[in-house]
């Protein structure tokens, strides 16, 4: 019963960008972020980047709703342009090999009931989030900051599922490998590697569930992995390989793709060159008003400012609030910590005179004393500057 309703969901995703319902567009506040919305199989109306790899991002007003991010709403990325249409879970079969005792094959069942099964409250981001904003503009898909999601992951644990391979004393790095593969045979396999180091953090998980259901076919249907404090990049949707290696992973998507420079912050000026670069790891810390948009309007009086802060997995410290552009700052008040990789609520208030002009931004500090810093490098990768959002009070 559920395989077929899976399977009629997920056949209007083969075929064309047409198969979707469209709604009128949006405009993202950046050069050509006019967008068209979309509701693609097991999805709302989504923002559309591409079409052919399917590629989604999530309504800002979605991040005020709540601290989960709802699977019908959550961000798609893909890179290759065939993305998984058809998964049978009753044939799904998850291989470890490579640099092990025992090579697996394990089914779906296997992954439910041979491992204990454990819970993380995690945010996904793609490291190009809010690429869009990056002056001067960078290639990539034009994100605004809707490329990221909150949500409950339920799985098995990596390591445990990797203890029963008995790797060998040599393993370096763990490559994994999605269900997708290229349509032409030049272009790179997506394949992505972790240090032993990483893959044996308990939090890292293989999961088969996302805020309490299936995961969405978009988002990695039957399992994927989740790297809490990582970045997207690593957390490799419709997982069907892992293989353990003894050297570093020399392909494309490590060597070349989703690398940052090895300098502070990450950063460097739009004219440097030579630069050593690095894998990117961790997510950089973030915060966002969501309750009020740039170059809205409001009412005189109370008003509350709302939004979520987040950071690579050492939780939130504070969030500063300034009601003029920066000049002064005060802290907000912190909601319920659900842990150190998810969102973080926080509110404010300040009382807006009538006919005034304000000048809104929000900025966080990490547990760990990171702060949110003005970066830029080639890629638009991890960006997280303090933002504006300015409103207009009715007189
Ligand atoms: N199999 C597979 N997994 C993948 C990718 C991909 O292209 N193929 N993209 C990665 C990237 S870069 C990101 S940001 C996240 C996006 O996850 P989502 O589509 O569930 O939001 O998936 C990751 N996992
Ligand atoms: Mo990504």
Known sequence: MKRKRFLA???????????????????????????????????????VLTSRPVQLETPAAIFDAGE????????????????????????????????????????????????????????????????????????GGQWA???????????ARLRDILARSYPRADAA??????????????????????????????????????????LPVLNGFPVRLVVPGYFGTYWVKALNDIEVLTEPDQNYWMKTAYRVPATPNNSVAPTD???????????TVRSFITNLTDGGSIGAGRTTIRGIAFD?????????ISTDGGTTWRDADLGEDLGKF???????????????????ASRATSNG??????????????????ENVTVTVKS
Request: with cysteine; hydrophobic share 40%; proline share 7%.
């Open 312 to 320: 690579g997995g050492t939780g939130i410290r504070s969030v500063g």
């Open 173 to 214: 790095q763990v490559r994994f490998q999605g269900a997708e593969r290229p349509a032409l045979p030049t272009t790179p396999e997506f394949l992505k590697s972790l240090d032993v180091a990483v893959v044996n953090d308990p939090n890292v998980i293989v999961a088969y569930e996302m805020n309490g259901a299936d």
């Open 9 to 47: 969901a997920t056949a209007a995703l083969v075929g064309t960008a047409a198969s979707p319902a469209l709604a009128a567009g949006v405009s993202l506040p950046f050069a050509s972020g006019e967008r068209t919305l979309a509701a693609y199989p097991q999805k709302r109306q989504l923002i």
């Open 342 to 360: 998810s969102f973080r609520r926080w509110t404010a208030t300040f009382d807006a005179r009538s006919g005034g002009r304000y000048v809104l």
């Open 273 to 283: 060159t030579g630069f050593a670069t690095v894998p990117i790891t961790n997510l």
């Open 145 to 155: 900051n809707g490329a990221m999601g909150n949500a409950r992951w339920r799985g």
């Open 68 to 139: 989960f991010t709802p699977n019908d709403a959550f961000f798609v990325r893909w890179h290759l342009p065939e993305v998984p249409t058809h998964i049978d879970p009753a044939a799904f079969r998850l291989k470890v090999r490579g640099a092990v005792t025992s090579p697996l094959t394990l089914g779906l069942d296997d992954l439910r009931t041979k491992f204990e099964a454990v819970e993380v409250n995690a945010v996904l981001e793609c490291a190009g989030n809010s690429r869009g904003f990056s002056a001067p503009r960078v290639p």
């Open 369 to 386: 004393g990171e702060q949110q810093v003005n970066r830029w490098n080639p890629s638009g990768y991890a960006r997280n500057a303090v």
